[in-house]
């Protein structure tokens, strides 16, 4: 239900249709501004609130032959106006009212962006504080490392999100950004108490100095966060990929009843929802990079940035927006397997005990070198034989048997002590909050 609403909400800010609204919101609180300095007679306000509207096919048909959006809009909305028409886009440009607007979706959008992303981050909470104290293995490079826990990947994923949280706000608050100032930024033609009363009204920021246009390296900042939290999606994405591998099967992405896997295998459930989140992250990348293609202009302005962000930031919210969606959903309902996360801990025979080893035998007096040469002895020993166990081995070492007891090893080898810290660690994250 979420998916569903929150793509409907972010499909229509960029559309056609919202996006002439908007411009006609930039305008209309412009001849406002104006209204309020004595520049427009207040008859002619009130002629332009009650009249002004555009009809999207009859400014597409304009356009035709103006070859100029802006133009073909303001054409059709004196269409509707009439004589007073003549105060509209007064001492304005073009870019005044497409970046003016262009912010003020970007912060429609970028509030529903925040809203899933804190959605997400709860969830990350909820599922963190349920696997606390759920055993599994910690891997580096692949390979089976340490112990560890599936509450801690959660709340690893939580953290990030808090951080992705502070970004996105830092990043909307940059980019809801407005510029009233004409055709080279420097209010020739029109007063700057427009471009301020016109900001303040649509929740904007002025552009303390601009050039034509609003300057891109606030559209790239923005782009770039998102293109950092689709990868910050596609890290959770790719790890339980891997958990659902067979082999592993830690964990598993939900499979309704009557999905299918395979169009020729009807046993397969294939982890399809994280495979489209890595994919769509790598459009998000993308598209980031082309956002910082655009931030270098000729002089006070060239339009080659404006053909690229007609798609970019269009299909990067709407993108991340999905992916959100897609990720609150395969995070919530997850199926996990703490007693195959036990099984895949003891596949190596307690090798994942080799560093508790190591510290003890160089508590008791031995070399690290030494001691790392000898428990690293056995546990070659063990790879290479899948009926030994490191345990077994160091027992028989008559080397770590002159340092430790029996009972001294044992004690190294239990699984009770092997998530001591956890309390610690979600004490000042998760349970902070």
Request: aromatic residues 6%; hydrophobic residues 40%; charged residues 30%.
């Amino acid at each position: 239900m979420i998916e569903r609403y929150t793509r409907e909400e972010m499909g229509k800010i960029w559309n056609d249709q919202f996006k002439l609204e908007s411009w006609l919101k930039v305008e209309i609180l412009a001849c406002e501004a104006r209204t309020k300095m004595g520049e427009i007679p207040a008859q002619d306000l009130d002629e332009i609130k009650s009249k002004a509207n555009f009809d999207l096919k009859r400014v597409l048909e304009i356009e035709e032959t103006t070859k100029h959006d802006v133009i073909a809009f303001l054409t059709n909305v004196a269409e509707y106006v009439g004589p007073a028409s003549r105060h509209i886009h007064y001492g304005m440009t073009s870019s005044d009212v497409l970046d003016t607007a262009l912010g003020y979706q970007i912060k429609c959008a970028g509030e529903i962006l925040l809203k899933n992303l804190i959605l997400l981050k709860d969830a990350l909470k909820k599922r963190a504080v349920e696997h606390k104290m759920t055993v599994c293995v910690g891997r580096s490079h692949g390979i089976h490392a340490e112990a560890y826990s599936m509450g801690l990947k959660f709340a690893l994923w939580y953290e990030e999100a808090k951080r992705n949280i502070e970004r996105l706000r830092a990043a909307i608050d940059s980019v809801a950004c407005g510029k009233i100032s004409g055709a080279v930024g420097t209010f020739d033609h029109i007063s700057p108490k427009v471009e301020e009363y016109v900001c303040e009204k649509l929740g904007l920021i002025p552009e303390p100095v601009a050039t034509q246009v609003v300057q891109r390296d606030r559209h790239a900042h923005f782009l770039s966060v998102l293109a950092i939290i689709g990868s910050s999606l596609e890290k959770i994405a790719i790890e339980i990929r891997h958990l659902q591998r067979t082999e592993v099967l830690e964990a598993e992405e939900f499979f309704s009843k009557g999905q299918k896997g395979s169009s020729a295998m009807p046993h397969k459930r294939n982890p399809i929802v994280s495979e489209r989140i890595t994919g769509i992250a790598r459009v998000l990348r993308s598209n980031s990079i082309a956002g910082l293609e655009n931030v270098a202009l000729w002089h006070e302005r060239d339009i080659s940035h404006s053909s690229v962000e007609r798609i970019i930031i269009p299909d990067g919210c709407i993108a991340l927006d999905y992916i959100l969606g897609l990720a609150l959903k395969l995070v919530q309902n997850l199926i996990i397997y703490p007693e195959n996360m036990i099984r895949n801990l003891n596949i190596t025979r307690g090798l994942i005990f080799s560093q508790k080893v190591l510290l003890k035998l160089t508590e008791k007096g031995m070399s690290r070198e030494d001691a790392y040469a000898f428990v690293q002895k056995s546990a070659m020993d063990v790879w290479a034989d899948a009926n030994k166990n490191l345990k077994d081995e160091l027992l028989k070492s008559e080397n770590v048997m002159k340092f430790l007891s029996k009972d001294e090893i044992e004690e190294l080898f239990d699984n009770n002590s092997l998530l001591k810290n956890i309390d610690y660690i979600f004490a000042r994250s998760v349970e902070t909050e």
